[in-house]
């Protein structure tokens, strides 16, 4: 049974950062392209951010520049690097593959961007 687990979420001032990260496990993680994904109150889930197996990343132009996605594949891991927050980060963050998510979701993690 596919898991995935966000953790590292938290409230931040504008302009910090903040380090996400998210266990998948029940999967062959290698095998599959993963994202990021955020939904803010009101609006409907966004991709942020994906990266390739092999490791080629990719963002929507309102992260570009101050977030880093990454990946462990012996880990089962993804990660995201957020500098340089803003109040318009402010949403649940969501892992799953991409660019079309397919397993169950988890339960996110809260980023609230606040002063």
């Known amino acids: 049974q596919v898991q995935l687990e966000e953790s590292g979420g938290g409230l931040v001032q504008p302009g910090g950062s903040l380090r996400l990260s998210c266990a998948a496990s029940?999967?062959?993680?290698?095998?599959?392209?993963m994202g990021w994904y955020r939904q803010a109150p009101g609006k409907e889930r966004e991709l942020v951010a994906h990266i390739t197996i092999g490791g080629i990343t990719n963002y929507v132009d309102s992260v570009q520049g101050r977030f880093t996605i990454s990946r462990d594949n012996a880990k089962n891991l993804v990660y995201l690097q957020m500098n340089s927050l803003k109040p318009d980060d402010t949403a649940v963050y969501y892992c799953?593959?991409?660019?079309?998510?397919?397993?169950?979701w988890g339960q996110g993690t809260q980023v609230t961007v606040s002063s």
């Open positions: 029940g999967i062959l993680f290698s095998l599959f392209r």
């Open positions: 799953n593959r991409a660019p079309t998510a397919y397993f169950r």
